[in-house]
């Protein structure tokens, strides 16, 4: 079972900018890795894979775990003939023995399939090979494994509703993002702080959250402190800091734009590190060259050099085009559940546009854009105009509500501007009906 978090850190309220996580919220990687810990054990067999359904793509992600009981990834497609397509198709368990298998490994002696439901919802299929019992996964074990992965997808659909971008696990086609994971793969199974290093929205924080969930203190807190948005009083990383001392399970401590403390909150840290408290792990990040920060004295050079022992340059998104078409992907399936839309995808023309984009402002830029198609697209499949926005554009309010509600009423004054006002023509810019527009005006006070 997950680790319930802890004590210290969730009964006392932390200062502006920290929020401590508990295990699993973040990542459904540590759900995954719990339960295929615990499936063979389970299924008293030698090992096991999970096939992830994505119900907004075709492949399903394989998700296996190593010799070090580190989690990997990648896309695939069941074969027709294999008990993992027999399972997920009847929705019922297939156990059979010297059959296809989904997984790339030596055909087993013995292996079954279970299907991951929760109600009607279908997460995928759980495949386990060679059964250490004589008589392979007889009825009575094929049972105690229907129980097991009917637990694990009830977690999962809490989980998935709980929200947050990167419940399906990243699987990345761009060489350098997969050399990049490959090196987090790495660093997550040592106890060494890590710095991640690069341009805003380049998904630091998204590699802090990914370093977290396959290393094995993924059952433990996840607590990230946003520098840039913390109070103003000199002793909000001290407050989180004394809480940590005091919850003896650790966890993992990110500190985001590291390079914004305070000085007062930078001693704070070094001293917390000078002390050895290794029950947590530290990873930090910037957007800011941290040499030059230690040169211009904004920044102490003792504690630069402990947080840097293991660096990460995080490259930018025009240098890894081949993921931009992914994380699109991603962030329309969290428009999709934000605004109540089944939107499928996008058209070759809005793909076209979204690989040839530079995006100067990375991560944040894409985000945007797509959040805009998803706004305005009124069918199921997103086109080139409705990403085409006034980049110039900016919305001062940190609030997500405000700045959406903003950016929309600027996108529909500026259509409506752009055809003198009429409705109709409003409508087919904007790719909606034309009663829409006009309750969109009055919604948006424009009217």
Known sequence: MLSAGSDALHKNPLPQGIRSVQAGVLHAHTLIASFLRSACVAGNCASAVFLLHNPDTSPFILSVLDEKKRLSFKSVSLEPKSIAYSAFTKRCSVSSSCIQTDSNMRIPKTLAAVPVLDGGIMWGVLELFNSHEPDGFNPHRIEVLENF?????????????????????????????????????????????????????????????????????????????QCKTMGQSDSDVAVLLDAAVKESEGGFLFFDEV????????????????????????????????????????????????????????????????????????????????LGKSIKGFSSQAQDFLCSRAWTENLHELRLAVSHGALFCGGDIIQKNHLDY????????????????????????????R????????????????????????ELGLK
């Open 259 to 338: 390079a914004e403390l305070s000085q007062k909150n930078q001693e704070a840290l070094l001293s917390f590190m000078q002390n050895g408290s290794y029950s947590w792990r530290i990873a930090s990040s910037s957007s800011r060259e941290m040499e030059a920060a230690v040169e211009d004295g904004s920044f102490i050079p003792e504690l630069y050099h402990r947080l840097s022992v293991m660096p990460v340059n995080v490259p930018p998104l025009r240098q890894r085009p081949k993921d931009v078409l992914d994380f699109a992907e991603r962030f329309l399936r969290s428009q999709n559940r934000a």
């Open 419 to 442: 055809t003198s006002g009429n409705q109709t023509e409003a409508a087919k810019l904007l790719g909606v009906q034309r009663t829409y527009v006009s309750k969109l005006m009055v």
């Open 390 to 417: 006034d980049s110039s554009f900016a919305v001062d309010s940190p609030d997500l509500h405000e700045a959406v509600t903003e950016f929309k009423r600027h996108h529909v004054k500026v259509v409506l501007e």
């Open 149 to 225: 992965a009917s637990d694990f997808a009830f977690c999962l659909s809490q989980c998935y509703e709980s929200g947050g971008l990167d419940f399906f696990p990243f699987v990345s086609r761009d060489a350098i993002s997969k050399d990049l994971l490959s090196v987090m793969d790495s660093l997550s199974q040592g106890s060494s702080p890590v710095l991640i290093l690069g341009e805003e929205g380049t998904g630091r924080a998204f590699l802090a959250r990914y370093l977290h969930a396959q290393s094995p203190a993924c059952v433990l807190p996840f607590v990230s402190v």
